[in-house]
């Protein structure tokens, strides 16, 4: 069997890793120059960092974990303990921030308890739980966790009316502390949460991209870079890409980005996908002279707009001691934008005037900046957005064609749920490959 892969992130190394080169002939397109996706990293005058996101080396699966940190390799892996922090205002609150709640003021932590404690009333007398994020948060956590915390950090991250965005998405995603933890924080007992998450890897040397580069060196299969996917058609059982006849496509480009191509695209799944507007990232690499280690934080969350654009600050040169060259340090900060952003002078400036009244830098220690920026980063959780990507997977699934990963198939997923993927599409592949069954799919919610 013949298999085209479209990109060559983490999702489409991934499966061409597994596919069995005795029963499979896969070719892998990536369009750009270098492998990875969104798990690119690059070195800028002996500072090393990743062009997006905070990625580590993590996983709740134990055959996926060990996986990454096969691929990455195992004399290049450093262990980290996680120690995550919120900024909240001029003093540093654990995260998630109501296992914090013992940290802040009096009046904020009164706040946050009195709304709390309304909250979990007026869900006991049976409201229902609102469909749109802005009330999900009044209706779980209170006014006072919404108004110090929740709705500053979720309108900068995701760049929009939290009214207009859904709530269905935040499964997993959004912390949710037991009441008893929140209470013992709340008088001094320390709590933890996300404690499945304690500890993480990531790589010694390369940036998170060394994961990806491990399995593109350990694929037995061809893979092009500079090589886009230009055109798309259906031809009988099969299909034709770039004018070339494949028994099997796997899509793990961004769904706009393969409509463009697509060339016998239904055109109600075609609207469905006009529909999917990304929100996009800017990563911007801040090294600085250090006369002394930074502190021992991993990441920090940054929810107010005197901190600057960016809302979250990975303390990258405590990753690995290769990150950044002897006497200096590193962050790597996070903007999240709609649209167009030039990251100029103008936004530098914005950016590290809030990073010194966070309290992170002396500008007069930063050394450079570098910037990355990324179309396709977070998904856009309108209201409407679960029903129309429900009918998109729904058609994908039953056409003969797998379209996977974060933007493949519009899963808010992490590299390590995205090589899960990886692995049960092989899986689904192989077995109807051996049954002689048509490619049709059932990948999990």
Known sequence: MKICILGGGVT???????????????RVLERAPVLGGLCRSSVVDGFTCDHAGGHIVFSKNKAVLDWMLDHVGRDNIVEKDRNTRIRWHHRYVPYPFENGVGHLTPEAKFDCLK?????????????????????????????????????????????????????AWVAGRVPDAPVDDILKAAVGLETKGYVHQAKFWFPL??????????????????????????????SGDGWVVNGEHYDFVVNTMPLPELAKVFEDLPGDVRGDID?????????V?????????????????????????ANRITFYSNYSPRNAPEGHASYMAEITYRGHYDFDATKERELL????????VRRSDVVLTHHWHNRYAYIDQDLEFAARIARVRSWFDDSGMLTLGRFGRYEYHNSDQCIERAFQAVEQIEARARAGDRMTFEIGA
């Open 12 to 26: 489409g190394l991934s499966v061409a890793r597994l596919l069995d080169p005795a029963r499979f002939t896969v």
């Open 115 to 167: 709304g709390y404690l309304e909250a979990a009333d007026r869900r006991e007398r049976g409201e229902p739980c609102p469909t749109d994020f802005e009330n999900w948060v009044l209706w779980k956590m209170g006014r006072g966790f919404a108004e110090h915390f929740m709705f500053p950090y979720n309108r900068k991250l995701w760049e929009c009316d939290l009214s207009k965005m859904a709530s």
């Open 205 to 234: 040397t390369g940036g998170f991209q060394a994961l990806t580069d491990g399995i593109a060196r350990a694929c037995p299969h061809e893979v092009l870079t500079d090589t886009p996917c230009e055109s798309l058609r259906r």
């Open 275 to 283: 529909a999917l507007v990304p929100i996009s990232l800017v990563n």
């Open 285 to 309: 690499l801040v090294a600085m002279k250090a006369d002394r280690p930074l502190d021992d934080l991993s990441w920090i969350y940054l929810p107010f707009e005197d901190q600057g654009p």
């Open 353 to 360: 005037q809030g990073l010194e009244h966070a309290g992170l």
